[in-house]
């Protein structure tokens, strides 16, 4: 199995765990409608959660992370839903994650080549600490990339298939002529 298929299985099985259906719903709404995040990242740690959401899942025969606009989910997520003391170990953990690019790769993550992001990110993933940084907010930032990426409307409705309502809406539907019944007559349906 490939891992965009793996990926995709797992996504629609679990993506919907994470947040509840409607909340994901509801940050995508908020991203729809525009406007500033409050106390939203940087350009710069949105850089970074772009590199890695298309490291983990690029673009191919579908869109890639940022296709979609994972970076602004996270950035919803993280800003406007966490508490400050999350926020702060999230940014720190961020910045453990471009320290550990600059260690490995010798620049900053969004400027390595695809090969040294896959090297950074497989040192992070075989970490047996994942309780530590980068580890913990990598995984927790993972998580949420394929949250966000399989509740995005063009991954549900072009990747997964989704029907919000299945079936389909006939309003001129053909409908039977009834004869009037004679008074005081009932029949059962």
């Known amino acids: 199995m490939e891992r965009r298929d793996l990926l995709r299985a797992a996504g629609a099985a679990t993506a919907l765990s994470f947040l509840a259906p409607r909340d994901a719903l509801a940050v995508w709404s908020r991203i729809a409608r525009g406007g500033a995040v409050i106390g939203g990242l940087s350009e710069e740690q949105l850089a970074l959660i772009g590199a890695i959401a298309d490291t983990i899942l690029p673009r191919s025969d579908t869109p890639s992370a940022t296709d979609v606009g994972v970076?602004?989910?996270?950035?919803?997520?993280?800003?406007?839903?966490?508490?400050?003391?999350?926020?702060?170990?999230?940014?720190?953990?961020?910045d453990a994650i471009e320290a550990r690019a600059k260690t490995t790769g010798g620049d900053a993550f969004a400027q390595?080549?695809?090969?040294?992001?896959?090297?950074?990110?497989?040192?992070?993933?075989?970490?047996?600490?994942?309780?530590?940084?980068?580890?913990?907010?990598y995984w927790r930032?993972?998580?949420?990339?394929?949250?966000?990426?399989f509740t995005s409307e063009p991954v549900m409705k072009d990747v997964l298939k989704f029907e919000v309502m299945p079936g389909r809406f006939e309003g001129s539907a053909p409908m039977p002529i009834r004869t009037s019944m004679p008074p005081g007559e009932y029949r059962h349906a």
């Open 141 to 149: 930032l993972k998580a949420l990339i394929i949250h966000g990426y």
């Open 71 to 94: 970076p602004a989910f996270v950035n919803v997520i993280v800003s406007e839903n966490d508490t400050d003391e999350d926020r702060a170990a999230f940014l720190a953990g961020l």
């Open 112 to 137: 390595l080549a695809p090969s040294a992001r896959a090297s950074v990110i497989e040192s992070i993933e075989s970490e047996s600490n994942r309780r530590a940084d980068p580890a913990r907010t």
